[in-house]
């Protein structure tokens, strides 16, 4: 099987501070991933990097075994979905951010059935009345259950989340990790919720942009 | 119709009104006599060289000399809406000089040849005086444009970043920031012409009035101005915008933070 994401030796920097040194690992279909480490480790960085946001200083990314280069950039960005702690949804209304990603060329002509919407808000525990309210009157753990129903609108396989658990009560949390239990999904995840490492399959560890150290366990 | 002169007495007389606003700044404990002093100094002497070299260009009347002065003018304006933008000249000067030449020319160009239809086409009673007054107005807004254009960009770059993320390209991302800047930019444009008269009596209308045109006459000319105003300022905006793209962003669509003037 070929790896989905491949960093070789990767080095960062950004105003003259080193951000990745000489970061390598591979990932599978599949894989549920976890980015540990102290605050300015580099969790984010590697999130950031994998998505083309900063210049690489050495070393090579690979999506798809093609190495990440201007032209093959779009490629990760339309296959991969990137969560945030407060996701930005880019829209007044719910419904208009759902739609959003449908303006753009790239799924334009693929805009989900009003019926298909109903079905990933009911899958998230969202009530469908939701599509009407104002995107900045909702709550942050609404707003990634949002971000993650536009993932799973797109058809997306490749999740990159950054604390996306943080802003969740318990049951929404135990909604999001059903969606990721699915086998086809791969995450890379940037977390400190201890119920999330223990539901990853592969536990990186950073500190000051190094890779550490690569624990691996039993599938979530 | 001749228009009065103004005698040197007179002038003096004029710069004497000025102790009046003196005065009262100085009583309510502003002490602005140096700002007052130097503001009046420097309007003084840019205009009289302004007189200076707009007799000799009328005087002469030489395309070439015309071309090169209009020239200076566009230069000057590039260097002065980069500036007043925050952005890097070495950057920008280029895409922002053709996006003002070209929308200046054409509507110059356009009023003078096809509208107004002098003589000779490189008449500098016409073609310096248009030129200058289009120029004006198209520099600020640009400055408007391109500012805020980058500070929206740079405010809302996680906004920005999320529509790259779900599949926009870069023109698709931008967007919704480009149209808000061209809307800013042109705005003070439209606003000034839908209460042109009501308001206030424009500056060129009352030049040409007090110049001894009839007031038909100077209501066509401010028309005609207005209209390649706003032609030239949304042309411009729009372009230099467009062509800023290219050199802002890296290969990867990221803003490159070294275009932007550190504040």
Not at chain 1, 57 to 71: C, H, I, N, R
Request: net charge positive.
């Amino acid at each position: 099987m070929l790896p989905i994401i491949r960093f070789d030796q990767v080095s960062v920097t950004a105003h003259d501070k080193t951000l990745l040194a000489h970061i390598s690992f591979t990932l599978f279909a599949g894989d549920k991933t976890v980015l540990c480490g102290k605050s300015g480790s580099g969790k984010s960085s590697v999130l950031r990097t994998l998505l083309g946001l900063h210049p690489l200083k050495s070393g090579m990314v690979y999506f798809q075994e093609t190495p990440l280069t201007p032209a093959s950039v779009q490629n990760i960005r339309s296959c991969a979905a990137y969560i945030g702690q407060e996701p930005i949804l880019g829209a007044d209304s719910v419904r208009e951010a759902l739609l959003l990603p449908f303006q753009f060329k790239i799924h334009r002509g693929h805009q989900p059935t009003e019926d298909q919407l109903i079905e990933v808000l009911q899958r998230l525990q969202l009530p469908k009345d939701i599509l009407k309210q104002n995107c900045k009157r909702i709550s942050g753990g609404e707003k990634q259950r949002i971000a993650l129903a536009r993932g799973l609108l797109l058809g997306k396989k490749l999740y990159l989340l950054d604390e996306v658990t943080s802003a969740l009560d318990a049951d929404s949390k135990q909604v999001v990790f059903d969606v990721f239990s699915d086998p086809q999904l791969t995450v890379l995840s940037v977390a400190h919720d201890p119920e999330w490492l223990e539901r990853c399959d592969i536990v990186f560890e950073l500190e000051a942009g190094r890779l550490t150290e690569v624990r691996r366990h039993g599938n979530p | 119709m001749e228009t009065l002169d103004i005698k040197l007495p007179q002038m003096a007389l004029l710069y004497g009104l000025c102790l009046l606003p003196w005065l009262l700044l100085w009583l309510i404990g502003l002490r602005l006599s140096r700002d007052i002093g130097v503001g009046i100094l420097r309007m003084s002497i840019q205009l009289a060289l302004v007189g200076i070299y707009l007799k000799t260009l009328f005087d002469l009347n030489n395309p070439w000399l015309n071309g090169l002065w209009i020239l200076a003018m566009l230069l000057v304006a590039d260097f002065s809406i980069l500036r007043r933008a925050g952005l890097k000249v070495r950057y920008f000067v280029l895409p922002t000089f053709i996006a003002i030449a070209f929308s200046i020319l054409l509507s110059t160009a356009y009023l003078v040849i096809l509208v107004i239809q002098p003589a000779h086409f490189y008449d500098a009673r016409y073609i310096v005086p248009l030129a200058g007054m289009i120029l004006g107005n198209c520099l600020q807004g640009n400055v408007i444009a391109l500012e805020r254009f980058y500070s929206a960009l740079r405010k809302n770059e996680n906004e920005y970043t999320t529509f790259l993320m779900l599949g926009a390209t870069r023109w698709e991302a931008v967007r919704p920031y480009f149209r808000e800047a061209v809307k800013a930019a042109i705005n003070p444009t439209i606003a000034g012409m839908a209460t042109m008269g009501l308001v206030s009596l424009p500056g060129m209308m009352t030049g040409q009035i007090l110049g001894g045109s009839e007031p038909w006459l100077a209501v066509k000319y401010q028309i005609a101005i207005m209209i390649c105003i706003f032609t030239s300022a949304t042309l411009a905006s729009i372009i230099n915008l467009k062509l800023s793209l290219a050199i802002a962003f890296n290969a990867f669509d990221v803003l490159r933070d070294e275009v932007i003037e550190k504040s």
